[in-house]
């Protein structure tokens, strides 16, 4: 049988690649749409994602999902959080790493909010990872953060695993499990 396409409002092959290994258990599959993705600010990752899937679904008038995510730095308050990508952009790990310098707790945790918008509304599915920041990235796959991402019960980072073993840990890998669990019982979006 041929996977279901549900659409997602992200060029990002990383997401769409890592999305797609849990989603293929559940018979879907994510296919790039093209539809510009509105953000409106807030700190909490769940109203972003929501807002931008509902501007996707107005745009393209099928069913969309979009996935945000985070990394919320306990000694730093939570940040960089939900603004994770922009400051990524702007200081990158390095800068991550130095504003880490010399700080013994180093523990934090990855989040990851998958909104799906249809016809009926906005489901939102969430996942977590907690974990510690490594002293200086290792490994050269994956992207963002994950270079500095050592997840609880593991010795490597992100960028060290294949998206498979990724996926068994990752926030965004337990995002889309809780949204397989909801198609298998409500079935496709409309």
């Given at each position: 049988m041929?996977?279901r396409?549900?659409?997602?409002a ?11 290994e849990?989603?293929q258990?559940?018979?879907y599959?994510?296919e ?6 509105l953000?409106?600010?807030s700190?909490?990752?769940e109203?972003?994602?929501?807002y931008a ?7 393209l008038?099928?069913?969309v ?17 939900p ?6 952009k ?7 790493l ?13 989040k ?15 996942g977590?990872v ?6 200086k990235?290792?490994g ?7 270079p500095?991402?050592i ?13 498979q ?5 990752s926030?965004?890998g ?15 979006p409309?």
């Amino acid at each position: 049988m041929e996977a279901r396409v549900i659409l997602i409002a992200t060029t990002n092959k990383h997401k769409i690649e890592e999305i797609n290994e849990v989603l293929q258990s559940c018979g879907y599959r994510v296919e790039p749409a093209a539809a510009s993705k509105l953000e409106v600010q807030s700190n909490r990752l769940e109203d972003v994602a929501a807002y931008a899937a509902i501007q996707a679904y107005l745009a393209l008038q099928r069913p969309v999902i979009v996935e945000d995510a985070g990394l919320f730095v306990e000694a730093l308050g939570g940040f960089p959080g939900p603004y994770s990508s922009y400051v990524f952009k702007t200081i990158g790990i390095r800068g991550l790493l130095k504003l880490l310098e010399d700080v013994e707790n180093r523990r934090a945790y990855f989040k990851s909010v998958i909104a799906l918008a249809h016809s009926g509304g906005v489901e939102v599915f969430t996942g977590t990872v907690h974990g510690v920041i490594a002293e200086k990235p290792r490994g050269d796959r994956g992207f963002g953060y994950d270079p500095v991402f050592i997840p609880e019960g593991s010795s490597k980072t992100f960028a060290e695993m294949e998206t498979q073993e990724k996926n068994k840990f990752s926030h965004r890998g337990k995002a889309a499990r809780e949204l397989c669990r909801w198609l298998r019982q409500y079935g496709p979006p409309r």
